[in-house]
C-alpha cells in the first residue's frame, strides 16, 4: 500500500511531503536549522526531495539564492509546487549531481544512506534511501565540482556513512571541520552525524546534540535551534 501524501506546517511554510518521496523526519529538520547558519551567498541542496532544507535556509536567509537539485522527476515537481509561492529565490532542477556543474558559496545535502539492504519496491523511496544513485563518493566530488575555493558544505549521514563520507571527501580536498553527534537523548546510541566542511584543513570541532530529555521534553539546544520553525515552540 503507498504512503499517503501529508503536509507539515512550519510557522512561515508548509510542505507536501511524501509519495513520492520521504516523509519529513525529525533529525532532517534539526540538520536544516543547524545549517542554515553557516549558509551563505548561492546556496546548492543536493537531492532536495520535497525542498526542506532549501526551505528552511531560505526562510533565515532570504536574500540568498538557492537551487534544489533532484533527480526524480516526480519528487521535483513536488518541490517546485511546494516553493512556488514562496516570497523566496529557490529554483528546482531536475537533474543528478553527476551531470550538474556550477559554482557555489554553500552546499548542503542529506543523501541517502543505505547500502548493501533489501530494495524498497517502492522505486521513489528506493532511490531516496539507498546510495545506488549517490554514494559518499559521489556526493563528494559532486561537491567538489561545485564548491567555490573558500565556501563551504554541509552534509547529514548516519555514523558510519559518514565515516566513508569523510574519507571519500579527504581525496577531493575536502575536510570536515565541524561534527556534531544528534542523539535521541544522551544515553542513546548516535543516530545521525551533522558535519560541515571545506577545502580548508583544521582542528576538527566535536560536539553532541540530544532531541530529548530523560523526561521526553525536548532539550534546550533543539527547541534554541528549532524555534524558528516549528509551530510547537512559541
Partial sequence: MAES????QFKKFQLAHGNPGLKITT???????WAQQFASGKVLDIGTGCGLLACMIAQ?????TLTGLEIQADLAVLARENVVNLPYSIEIITESIQRFVDHFDFIISNPPFFMDHLANPNASKQIAMHTDHLSPAELAEGISKNLNPDGQFAV???PFGM???EV???KLGLFINHLVEVKHQK???????????SRHIGVQKREMICIKNPDQ???AEFIHLLKPYYLIFD
Avoid: H, W
Fill in 5 to 8: 501524501r501529508s503536509i507539515f
Fill in 27 to 33: 533529525e532532517a529538520c534539526l540538520f536544516g536549522a
Fill in 60 to 64: 533565515e536567509n532570504p536574500n540568498y
Fill in 156 to 158: 547529514l549521514y548516519p
Fill in 163 to 165: 565515516k566513508q563520507f
Fill in 168 to 170: 571519500e571527501a579527504k
Fill in 187 to 197: 544515553d542513546r546510541e548516535t543516530l545521525r552525524v551533522m558535519a560541515l566542511g
Fill in 217 to 219: 521534553s525536548y532539550t
